[in-house]
């Protein structure tokens, strides 16, 4: 069989420790695919590609061409289009696929959860008082905040939003996590935060505002996940190995 050629479907600091575990074994090829969106991707361990394929049988396309054995989506469990066309694509192409999707954050004691199955549905719930909202949604979705003016807005994304919004009172911050609980205290308490608009991504990177939310008893619109596509998920780059040397015992990868 030969070595097993993967492409990894990235954008996330799990696909990042996945790729890198996989480059430090001898049976395997890994691309890591990103989709562009982030201005400054962080340094990747294996080959990158940048951009996405152009749709689902266009991916299936470039499986095929490629000769890759397995698909794997790590993306962001909120890129739902991007997840929806790898298992199509994998379908089409017959190749093998897993999604790598760290869990959901839980409520515990103390959280002022109130759950919304959209940033819009979320920026209605405010209500038609002012508030000071922490939206910590990515630049993408920031937008959805023009439907509501009357709101205080902090924006925090990673790379500046696209274009200027019209919103008379927003305040606009560059970041990337991992960010700690203490500073993002400071942060809500400079900014009188009273709620904070975030979706369940899970994961620890940026978990500090919702710890730092139950502290200051503020509450917290949290964005459903929509429902994961029909592709064999795990929820730990351990259990992505594991599932792939199950999927391909390391004699077959060898080509014993």
Same mark, same amino acid.
């Not at 192409?93 to 999604?99: F, G, L, R």
């Given at each position: 069989?030969?070595?097993?050629?993967?492409?990894?479907? $990235? =954008?996330? &600091?799990? !696909?990042?420790? %996945? *790729?890198?575990? /996989?480059? #430090?074994?001898?049976?395997?090829?890994?691309?890591?695919?990103?989709?562009?969106?982030?201005?400054?991707?962080?340094?990747?361990?294996?080959?990158?590609?940048? $951009? =996405?394929? &152009?749709? !689902?049988?266009? %991916? *299936?396309?470039? /499986?095929? #061409?490629g000769g890759y054995g397995l698909l794997i989506d790590a993306t962001h469990p909120f890129a739902e289009?991007?997840?929806?066309?790898?298992?199509?694509?994998?379908?089409?192409?017959?190749?093998? !696929?897993?999604?790598l999707r760290r869990p959901e954050w839980q409520r515990l004691r103390g959280d002022r959860w109130r759950?919304?199955?959209?940033?819009?549905?979320?920026?209605?719930?405010?209500?038609?008082?002012?508030?000071?909202?922490?939206?910590?949604?990515?630049?993408?979705?920031?937008?959805?905040?023009?439907?509501?003016?009357?709101?205080?807005?902090?924006?925090?994304?990673?790379?500046?939003?696209?274009?200027?919004?019209?919103?008379?009172?927003?305040?606009?911050?560059?970041?990337?996590?991992?960010?700690?609980?203490?500073?993002?205290?400071?942060?809500?308490?400079?900014?009188?935060?009273?709620?904070?608009?975030?979706?369940?991504?899970?994961?620890?990177?940026?978990?500090?505002?919702?710890?730092?939310?139950?502290?200051?008893?503020?509450?917290?619109?949290?964005?459903?996940?929509?429902?994961?596509?029909?592709?064999?998920?795990?929820?730990?780059?351990?259990?992505?190995?594991?599932?792939?040397d199950h999927l391909f015992p390391p004699a077959m990868k060898r080509g014993v």
């Open positions: 069989m030969g070595r097993l050629r993967i492409l990894i479907l $990235g =954008g996330t &600091g799990e !696909a990042r420790l %996945l *790729a890198e575990a /996989l480059a #430090a074994r001898d049976d395997c090829d890994i691309l890591l695919s990103l989709a562009g969106r982030t201005e400054r991707p962080a340094v990747q361990p294996v080959p990158v590609r940048i $951009g =996405g394929f &152009g749709g !689902a049988m266009a %991916l *299936a396309d470039f /499986l095929k #061409a289009r991007i997840s929806k066309n790898a298992g199509i694509a994998a379908k089409a192409a017959a190749v093998a !696929a897993i999604a759950k919304a199955q959209s940033i819009p549905a979320a920026i209605a719930a405010l209500g038609q008082s002012p508030r000071h909202v922490f939206l910590a949604t990515g630049r993408q979705s920031a937008h959805h905040a023009e439907a509501a003016p009357q709101h205080h807005y902090l924006i925090r994304s990673v790379d500046p939003v696209e274009r200027t919004l019209r919103l008379p009172n927003a305040i606009y911050i560059l970041d990337r996590g991992p960010f700690t609980l203490e500073s993002e205290c400071t942060l809500l308490r400079q900014h009188h935060i009273d709620v904070i608009i975030a979706k369940n991504s899970g994961g620890s990177a940026t978990y500090a505002k919702i710890e730092a939310a139950r502290l200051l008893g503020i509450e917290v619109m949290m964005i459903a996940r929509a429902p994961s596509p029909i592709i064999t998920s795990v929820e730990s780059v351990e259990a992505a190995l594991a599932s792939i």
